[in-house]
């Protein structure tokens, strides 16, 4: 079991920027790729950026494409996210979570989930 925290929310105005960690601990990190989910009040869990086990592959949903960067320091046993141009839409909680299967894309492909960061955007 991989244990994650994620830290770096906040609130921030539109077209500012957020940096988002989760840190984890437990398994070796690196045997795992990793996501960044966002929940917004009365939507589904949304995969917003998925990253191989050793960052050789990334990928995002439309909707933060060449806004967010998604990376991860297998030897601090980190992934970041750094979000950019953010917008109201953008305002969510957002989690971590460890890949159970490599190209993982939904909920139930992912295990240990983090408890979550608050970001909110003001217009």
């Known amino acids: 079991q991989v244990q994650l925290v994620e830290s770096g929310g906040g609130l921030v105005q539109a077209g500012g920027s957020l940096r988002l960690s989760c840190a984890a601990s437990?398994?070796?990190?690196?045997?795992?790729?990793m996501g960044w989910f966002r929940q917004a009040p009365g939507k589904e869990r949304e995969l917003v950026a998925y990253?191989?086990?050793?960052?050789?592959?990334?990928s995002y949903a439309d909707s933060v494409k060449g806004r967010f960067t998604i990376s991860r320091d297998n030897a601090k046993n980190t992934v970041n996210l750094q979000m950019n141009l953010l917008k109201s839409e953008d305002t969510a909680t957002y989690y971590c979570?460890?890949?159970?299967?490599?190209?993982?894309?939904?909920?139930?492909?992912?295990?240990?989930w983090g408890q979550g960061t608050q970001v909110t955007v003001s217009s």
């Open positions: 437990g398994r070796t990190f690196s045997n795992y790729a």
């Open positions: 979570a460890v890949a159970n299967k490599s190209g993982a894309r939904s909920t139930t492909d992912f295990g240990s």
């Open positions: 990253i191989s086990r050793y960052g050789l592959t990334t």
